[in-house]
């Protein structure tokens, strides 16, 4: 019989993960507040829990003293309510936030974990990537550890991190030439690119779009090789995958999107920032109409984070998997034993 998490023996053996993961946090609020970062706590409720066709979220209801209700989610990242003070006037802001997703339990996933978002008006993607490499570093450094480690895969975050494109990395380790299935303007061609992935051996399905052909091969061929032995910055995205980043001034086919990798882990997902509504919204209604193709259902787009995307200045932001950092800073095997109390 499996033990609970709370069993004094189970939780003995825990502590020592759980105290490295606190030491963790505080090392990077105090690395955060030396560069005068101002950390936020965004609400967990929202109208949206984000429009993204893959993402799923938990509903609620709330009520109110009448009697009447509306439909309300838990955030699957703080990011509209953080961009939302970017548009109010804060310039470098940071939240540890507790966010929620649906139909995600296993080795790296948990219903609910941290996320560590940060933003910085004027300053460019580029700058994200660094801060990354210096929370990586930060975390080996306060765990007395020389690598991070992932069932038996390595990477040392002191080394120089590779960069490369999605592109360069499709025809690296899969043989595809992504960007030919990309027209001038960004608009991705899905038999272009099934034509190559089936010539490489990978399963092309009746009603796979574009995307899903895109996510299969990053999954099967790609991500296994990524931030082995050093970090991986993974970097310009194709556009039809940008989410909410802008496009790279040099190339339209791509964005300014990049995820970090570590022992073939993705840890953190950044963007120099889209802050135009009318693309936004054209991206969200997209995103939906896939949702509802594929799920059957749809979320809400929330009208006033598009209002306050017009005020918004230029500005980076990411993401990063805090839970996932201290799994690989301690060598730890699956996400729950770095959680202090994890979800039933």
Avoid at 39 to 68: C, M, Q, R, Y
Avoid at 144 to 159: I, Q, S, T
Avoid at 170 to 178: K, P, T
Wanted: hydrophobic share 45%; with cysteine; charged share 25%.
């Amino acid at each position: 019989m499996t033990t609970s998490w709370w069993d004094k023996a189970r939780h003995a053996d825990r502590r020592p993960l759980l105290l490295a993961r606190n030491r963790i946090q505080a090392g990077i609020r105090g690395w955060l507040a030396e560069r005068e970062f101002t950390e936020v706590d965004p609400a967990a409720l929202a109208i949206s829990p984000g429009n993204e066709a893959h993402l799923h979220g938990f509903a609620t209801d709330a009520l109110d003293d009448a009697g009447g209700s509306r439909r309300m989610y838990l955030h699957t990242s703080p990011e509209f309510a953080m961009k939302k003070l970017l548009a109010a006037g804060e310039t470098r802001i940071a939240a540890f936030a507790h966010v929620w997703r649906n139909r995600e339990r296993g080795a790296l996933h948990s219903p609910e974990f941290t996320m560590l978002e940060w933003y910085r008006v004027g300053d460019g993607y580029e700058v994200l990537m660094a801060d990354t490499m210096a929370f990586l570093r930060l975390a080996v450094q306060v765990t007395g550890a020389d690598r991070l480690r992932f069932r038996g895969r390595e990477c040392d975050p002191l080394a120089e991190p590779e960069r490369l494109s999605v592109a360069e990395g499709f025809s690296r380790h899969a043989g595809i030439d992504l960007l030919a299935t990309i027209s001038a303007d960004g608009a991705p061609d899905r038999d272009a690119l099934a034509a190559q992935v089936a010539a490489v051996g990978i399963t092309v399905r009746e009603g796979d779009s574009w995307s899903d052909l895109l996510s299969r091969v990053l999954v099967d061929r790609v991500e296994p090789h990524l931030g082995m032995g050093r970090v991986t910055v993974l970097d310009r995205y194709p556009a039809a995958e940008a989410a909410l980043a802008r496009r790279t001034p040099d190339d339209p086919r791509v964005a300014e999107r990049f995820e970090v990798y570590a022992c073939g882990v993705e840890l953190a997902n950044g963007f120099g920032e889209l802050t135009n509504p009318t693309e936004q919204r054209i991206r969200f209604q997209a995103e939906m109409a896939e949702k509802q193709r594929v799920y059957g259902e749809t979320y809400p787009i929330d009208e006033d984070f598009l209002a306050a995307l017009a005020h918004m200045p230029a500005a980076s932001g990411i993401a990063l998997g805090f839970d996932r950092l201290v799994m690989l800073a301690t060598g730890a095997p699956r996400i729950d034993d770095v959680i202090w109390a994890p979800v039933p």
